[in-house]
Nanobody, 125 residues
Framework: ARLVESGGTLVQPGGSLTLSCAAS????????MGWWRQAPGKEREFLAS??????????YYGDSVKGRFTISRDGDGNTVSLQMTNLKPEDTAVYYC?????????????????WGQGTQVTVSS
């Protein structure tokens, strides 16, 4: 697989969790990487994106997770993480890692060319 997510699990409301995604080196364009999620019965939702280069890359977040989720990249540029805090039951979803951003709006699925298989996050007491 070119993108592999990890870290999904069951967590209590108010808890924190960090997801990671590793890209197989040389198999996918990782200049930009991002996170999405899809809850049962809902459309896939953009969460965050971050570029690899530059002095201080600017992250972009979806409105529903601003202030609670933080996206970060590692030094080699092939891993992206999503730190999630103050988790709520409505955060329950399958979380997907994306790469190979082709341009245009970050929040459009069609502008991302590579997707991971997803990792399940369940927020419940």
């Amino acid at each position: 697989a070119r993108l592999v997510e990890s870290g999904g699990t069951l967590v209590q409301p108010g808890g924190s969790l960090t997801l990671s995604c590793a890209a197989s080196e040389g198999t996918v364009d990782t200049n930009w990487m991002g996170w999405w999620r899809q809850a049962p019965g809902k459309e896939r939702e953009f969460l965050a994106s971050l570029s690899r280069g530059g002095f201080k890359p600017i992250p972009y977040y979806g409105d529903s997770v601003k202030g609670r989720f933080t996206i970060s990249r590692d030094g080699d540029g092939n891993t992206v993480s999503l730190q999630m805090t103050n988790l709520k039951p409505e955060d329950t979803a399958v979380y997907y890692c994306t790469a190979h951003y082709v341009g245009g709006a970050y929040f459009l699925q069609t502008n991302w060319g590579s997707w991971g298989q997803g990792t399940q996050v369940t927020v419940s007491s």
